[in-house]
């Protein structure tokens, strides 16, 4: 307990976040990139053949990944936001200013991945199906958050966009909820936490592979980018100033 | 935008705030008001506190009779319409309490917004360019409100580029950093 | 004159009431901000006969979601003015220094607008209804999806006001920041509408919206205010 104490202080500051993230933040991009490829190459070569849909299934394992993701980001900056309402933590901000593109990104993939299933399956180049909707949801989602926080002044912007974001989140679950009941179209879920997976093992594991690279990959790329932003924030502080110096030496 | 800045204002003071436009007047007052919470340190009340902004805190389209039943209520006054009435009488408005403010010239509109501080429920005072807009009497009129403000043990802050030529106030000058 | 020194006491019941009274009481002085969203509807909705045809089959088809989609965009309309025109003239400060829990004011607000563009939109439906040959059974269900969404629309479209309320020409962001937000509500009353021209129960539908209304009744106040706050620094 007290340990995780001291991790939460710590956190209070960006800069020693940024001094300790340098050094995961590479790793883990490598890491994801790795095992996303080899879910991938797993997922794609030597899984067997959908019975029904043959072989366009396998954009799943990237279609299915993005869209969790980019679920999973939209959390992570709800709580986020919480986090900078309550306590005040300036690395809040900075995760949110950092999260929102990403999990635009993933949104996008997910929509692009979903209009390649699409294609060969169903006929259409765009289908309104549970996932695909609601994911569009969420894009228009993060469209507004990062709207938002690129209109307002840079000192209130991420306390409105935290409220935007705990929104949101409060709205995602109603989303979801009224989209499914909308629509029959898609596919049940690929796996759930606690029910059977539907599928083989010789599909599903590929794509277990693929999503946890891709939260991987995920953690790694959000370091980054909140790394960008603390040097952006802090830009006038004695501490960056010396280490634009050491780094152009 | 301000360093190190250390203000006590107590019963009775009346501290004007002066100084060219962009020093921080209005931000100050804001501050004061608990409006801005950009700063590092800390601002304590004894009480509550009136504000009387730059914009004054009108809406055009009521009249002042309404502006200031409504002012009244928010603020946790009780009083009569006739009291408003009266209320805007002393500020110089006998006969248009029930014209629309948006008819009223800049100078009136003026003795409206401040005609609230007659509510007497509230020991601080912040005003911000309380003279805007009015003329001599009305000058006359915020001296006066203030010094039955300060002599009922009240106190004000002031943010104004002419002078109140209230006696015995408390200059403040806030100047441009270099 | 002269009230017992320094007294103040405030009450949030009061704050909220004199709030409506004095929203209400400006809605109805200007009459544009009443009339305008309403006219907006109506011709709006006139646009798909012109533009999809004037055949009464395809009109009853598309009608749940055109009735339920341009009360969306009317309400997107009114929103902008809802904390603006007080930021303007300096009484969003008076509201947001004096009424404490600033919520409470919040809520009043909020009140007043959908008395004033909610509650006549789902009066005037019927109307609209009627130029897109909606069945006369839906009607009802028209209304009533209207009379439990539109106040959703509005403590929604509130949080998005306040969270804009600072910038200038807030107008178009607000409007991307609130639609997503209300998709469910679109999905839901269109929803409830297209299950009673079916003859199927829309009881589900509305008792969701419903459900939704007290979510939002608990939280978006708060949420706005605090976004208010925030735009106020």
Redesign the interface.
């Known amino acids: 307990m007290g340990r995780l104490k001291t991790l939460w202080h710590r956190l209070g500051s960006p800069r020693w976040f940024f001094e300790i993230s340098a050094r995961w933040a590479s790793g883990l991009v490598v890491a994801g990139l790795v095992g996303i490829a080899g879910g991938l190459g797993w997922g794609l070569a030597i899984a067997p053949p959908d019975y029904l849909q043959g072989n366009s299934f396998r954009i799943m394992y990237l279609h299915v990944p993005a869209a969790i993701l980019s679920e999973s980001c939209y959390m992570l900056m709800g709580a986020a936001g919480a986090v900078l309402l309550i306590w005040r933590m300036k690395l809040a901000d900075m995760v949110i200013a950092a999260a929102a593109p990403i999990g635009a990104a993933f949104c996008a993939m997910a929509l692009l991945t979903g209009a390649i299933w699409g294609r060969p399956t169903w006929g259409t180049w765009w289908v309104w199906d549970a996932r695909t909707t609601s994911v569009l949801v969420l894009l228009f989602l993060y469209f507004g958050v990062i709207a938002l926080r690129q209109a307002l002044p840079e000192?209130t912007a991420g306390r409105a966009c935290a409220i935007l974001a705990i929104v949101g989140v409060v709205d995602i679950p109603i989303i979801k909820y009224s989209v499914d009941w909308w629509l029959t179209l898609h596919q049940p879920s690929t796996f759930k936490l606690t029910a059977a997976p539907s599928m083989p093992p010789e599909m599903y594991l590929p794509l277990l592979v693929s999503v946890l690279s891709f939260y991987a990959f995920f953690a790694g790329v959000l370091i980054l980018g909140v790394g960008n932003e603390i040097l952006l924030r802090e830009q006038r502080t004695q501490w960056v100033d010396d280490l634009v110096r050491s780094r152009a030496s | 935008m301000f360093d190190n800045l250390d203000l006590d204002v107590c019963s009775g003071d009346v501290v004007e705030l002066t100084g060219p436009n962009g020093s921080g007047k209005t931000t100050l007052l804001r501050c004061l008001?608990?409006?801005?919470?950009?700063f590092d340190g800390a601002v304590r009340h004894a009480?509550?506190f009136s504000?009387v902004?730059?914009?004054?805190?009108?809406?055009?389209?009521?009249t002042p009779l309404?502006n200031l039943?409504?002012?009244a209520?928010?603020?946790?006054?009780?009083a009569t319409t006739s009291?408003l009435s009266?209320?805007l009488d002393a500020v110089g408005l006998a006969g248009y309490e029930l014209t629309?403010c948006q008819q009223l010239s800049a100078g009136q509109q003026r003795r409206a917004a401040l005609a609230r501080l007659?509510?007497?429920?509230?020991?601080l005072w912040l005003l911000d360019e309380p003279l805007t807009a009015l003329d001599e009497a009305g000058c006359a009129l915020v001296r006066d409100l203030i010094e039955r403000h300060r002599a009922?043990?009240?106190a004000a802050v002031c943010a104004t580029h002419q002078s109140l030529r209230v006696a015995a106030a408390r200059p403040c000058v806030l100047g441009r950093a270099a | 004159?002269?009230?017992v020194?320094?007294?103040?006491?405030?009450?949030s019941g009061?704050?909220f009431?004199?709030?409506l009274?004095?929203d209400l009481?400006?809605a109805f002085?200007?009459r544009a901000d009443f009339v305008n969203p309403l006219m907006f509807y109506v011709m709006g909705i006139a646009l798909f006969p012109l533009g999809v045809g004037p055949g009464p089959d395809r009109l009853a088809l598309i009608a749940p979601g055109v009735l339920w989609a341009l009360a969306l965009l009317s309400t997107l309309l009114s929103l902008d003015a809802l904390f603006r025109?007080?930021f303007?003239?300096?009484?969003l400060?008076?509201?947001?220094?004096?009424?404490d829990p600033l919520f409470v004011?919040v809520l009043a607000k909020v009140g007043a607008h959908w008395l004033v563009t909610g509650l006549p939109l789902a009066l005037l439906s019927p109307v609209a209804a009627l130029m897109l040959f909606l069945p006369g059974g839906a009607v009802g269900t028209l209304v009533l999806s209207l009379l439990i969404g539109t106040p959703i629309l509005s403590l929604l479209g509130a949080v998005g006001a306040a969270l804009t309320v600072s910038l200038k020409r807030g107008g178009l962001l607000l409007t991307l920041i609130v639609l997503p937000l209300y998709v469910p509500i679109l999905i839901l009353g269109a929803g409830a509408v297209t299950a009673a021209i079916d003859g199927l129960d829309p009881s589900a539908q509305l008792t969701w919206l419903a459900a939704i209304l007290a979510l939002m009744l608990t939280f978006t106040p708060f949420a706005a205010a605090l976004a208010l706050k925030v735009g106020?620094?």
């Open positions: 000192r | 008001a608990g409006l801005t919470a950009d009480g509550a504000y902004g730059h914009r004054g805190g009108l809406n055009l389209q009521l309404q039943r409504w002012s209520a928010i603020e946790g006054t009780d009291t009266a209320m629309p007659q509510f007497r429920n509230a020991r009922a043990g009240g | 004159m002269s009230a020194a320094f007294d103040r006491q405030p009450s009061r704050a009431v004199a709030q009274q004095r009481l400006i002085r200007s025109r007080d303007d003239d300096g009484t400060e008076q509201m947001a220094l004096n009424v004011g106020l620094e």
